[in-house]
């Protein structure tokens, strides 16, 4: 009920290729899907959130699609650069109970020029 | 501005020794966090504070670890008897709290954790 299942595991794209990260969840009580970015030594940094009420969110050229009847959500980077190199993680959680964000287990994307 | 900082961000032991790990929050932030990282895993959350008080302690792995925060700032992670499965990042988070708009959780850089 708890679990976040995250694939692929590794992803390698090329310089301006698009990168796809999906994600599926169980629980029907969660209503908040963040995605964070970590680079090699550092902690994770939020990148975007969605919550059920919208289809998709984009903000540059991250877009956050999520197919609330198939429980599922997924991270779309659009014209990758080698600089999008990193560890992608995706979470979910109640909004209102965020001590629980749940935990995908990581998607490592390289981008290569 | 000032991040969550954590310290130390290296730390071998020996099988067996006691481990402090410190997490500095961002000034004014009430909920703190801390999360397991293991190699080519997701993050685990170990506990939650708010404020002082840890309202859930569920991710706990044993009764080796235990954390506390003074102060409602800084919080300590301590880890007894350490084990080789210890080994791993360990990782503070916090957020202004824990509800309404203020959920966004900013991660500190980590306590590398090696058991030898």
């Known amino acids: 009920q708890q679990q976040v299942k995250q694939s692929p595991q590794s992803l390698i794209v090329q310089k301006g290729g698009i990168s796809i990260i999906n994600c599926a969840y169980e629980?029907?009580?969660?209503?908040?899907f963040p995605w964070y970015q970590q680079f090699p030594g550092k902690g994770p940094a939020l990148l975007i959130a969605i919550r059920p009420d919208v289809s998709e969110k984009k903000e540059g050229r991250f877009t956050i699609s999520f197919n609330k009847s198939a429980k599922q959500f997924s991270l779309h980077i659009m014209d990758s650069q080698p600089g999008d190199s990193a560890t992608y993680f995706c979470?979910?959680?109640?909004?209102?109970?965020?001590?629980?964000?749940?935990f995908g287990t990581g998607t490592r994307l390289q981008v290569f020029p | 501005g000032a991040g969550v900082s954590q310290s130390p961000s290296n730390k071998v032991t020996e099988k067996g020794k006691d481990v402090e790990l410190r997490c500095d929050p961002i000034?004014?932030?009430?909920?703190l966090y801390w999360y397991r990282q293991s190699l080519g895993q997701g993050l685990e959350f170990l506990i939650y504070f708010q404020g002082n008080s840890a309202p859930d302690k569920s991710g706990l792995p044993s009764d080796r670890f235990s954390a506390e925060r003074t102060g409602g700032s800084v919080s300590t992670l301590t880890i007894q008897r350490t084990q080789q499965e210890d080994s791993a990042v360990y990782l503070c988070a916090s957020s202004l709290d824990n509800s309404g708009l203020s959920y966004e959780q900013y991660f500190g850089p980590g306590t590398r954790l090696t058991v030898t």
């Open positions: 000034s004014g932030h009430t909920a």
């Open positions: 629980n029907t009580a969660f209503d908040y």
């Open positions: 979470a979910a959680s109640t909004l209102y109970n965020t001590d629980k964000l749940i």
